[in-house]
């Protein structure tokens, strides 16, 4: 369909939308080796329609990056697209996948950057005592950064805001962990070979100039903070554009219901609010996302609970504690 066209047919309440459709349509037209990252997931169901829109559309590579972790209900919304578009999804095995990598390196705790520091204390035998700087930079020479992070050496804001640089950005995490020291390796290595690289590798030698995937500024988080724009120019050659950078909640709202996007069932009937890494313990609502999970996909469930039993033990002493701590100090 050409451009004209389409916005003839467009949501009147949404110039994102409109601004859109006509970016993604100007980004087919000037580059010709496209991959689009595919999830399965909400997002990406609204990214799938809008380059589906085009004639240029058949530049695309659509490619879902599986993690070895994966939701019944993703996989099967994945043929469904297929079927619905008429296209093809390539499905990309992660380098190491994450049971492997959890197995091998540890388990993701409470966040990436957590996880980071974690391991890093942990590769120096760190034996969690509290401390000064000073005194366990002279027992960790070589682990400054991730003692800085356990010492709250960062300055707070001009606002009095406590950096996120700082263990004491998760309230009560250092007393807890000075009572209960992690007996099981910490790791955030999962993200990184499942994912990240996984991504990098497919990419390389020049295969794309474009990749287009469906991250949105409105979801916050580290990742999408980093970006400023929906573009940017990568010095690999591979550029990178997010269609629906700019969308809010109420805008992909207006989208799936003026172009009938239909979710996987993670979302009508699991109930899930999103999808990603199944149970991955960073989700502040894995718990939610387990009692789902038990019920419409038990084998995963089962799955999960084998890969970060640790880490969800560990978060569940965690949460407990700082309930306790907040009733004793009475916040
Ligand atoms: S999002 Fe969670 S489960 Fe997925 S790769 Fe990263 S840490 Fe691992």
């Not at 035998?125 to 002279?138: G, I, S």
């Not at 999962?190 to 390389?204: D, E, I, L, W």
């Not at 019920?295 to 306790?324: G, H, I, M, W």
Request: positive net charge; proline residues 3%.
């Amino acid at each position: 369909m050409k451009l004209f066209e389409i916005l003839q047919n467009t949501p009147e309440d949404s110039q994102l939308i409109t601004d859109s459709i006509v970016i993604t349509h100007a980004k087919l037209k000037r580059y010709d080796k496209i991959l689009c990252s595919i999830s399965g997931g909400s997002d990406s169901d609204i990214l799938i329609d809008l380059c589906q829109k085009f004639d240029e559309s058949s530049k695309i590579t659509y490619a879902f990056f599986d993690t070895g972790l994966e939701f019944q209900a993703t996989k099967e919304h994945l043929q469904y697209l297929e079927q619905k578009y008429d296209v093809h999804i390539e499905h990309v095995k992660a380098i190491k996948s994450i049971p492997f990598c959890c197995k091998t390196y540890g388990q993701p705790f409470l966040s990436k950057q957590v996880s980071e520091w974690i391991e890093r204390l942990q590769r120096h035998h760190f034996q969690w005592e509290d401390e000064t700087f000073d005194e366990l930079y002279k027992k960790y020479p070589k682990c400054k950064a991730a003692l800085r992070w356990w010492c709250n050496d960062f300055k707070k804001s001009s606002d009095g805001k406590e950096s996120s640089f700082n263990i004491a950005y998760n309230q009560y995490l250092k007393e807890f962990m000075i009572k209960n020291p992690p007996d099981f390796k910490i790791s955030n290595k999962c993200c990184h070979y499942a994912k990240k690289m996984s991504a990098n590798k497919f990419k390389t030698n020049g295969r794309f100039d474009l990749n287009i995937y469906g991250v949105r500024k409105a979801e916050g988080g580290a990742r999408r903070t980093a970006y400023k724009t929906c573009f940017s120019s990568s010095e690999d050659k591979c550029d990178e554009y997010r269609p629906i950078f700019w969308y809010l909640k109420e805008t992909k709202k207006i989208y799936e219901k003026y172009y009938n996007i239909e979710h996987s069932r993670c979302y009508s009937e699991y109930g899930l609010k999103r999808t990603g890494c199944a149970g991955c313990p960073y989700g502040k609502n894995f718990e939610e996302e387990l009692i789902a999970m038990r019920q419409y996909e038990p084998k995963l469930f089962k799955a999960v609970n084998v890969v970060f039993y640790d880490s969800y033990e560990y978060t569940r002493a965690y949460r407990k504690f700082v309930n306790e701590q907040k009733k004793i100090s009475g916040r």
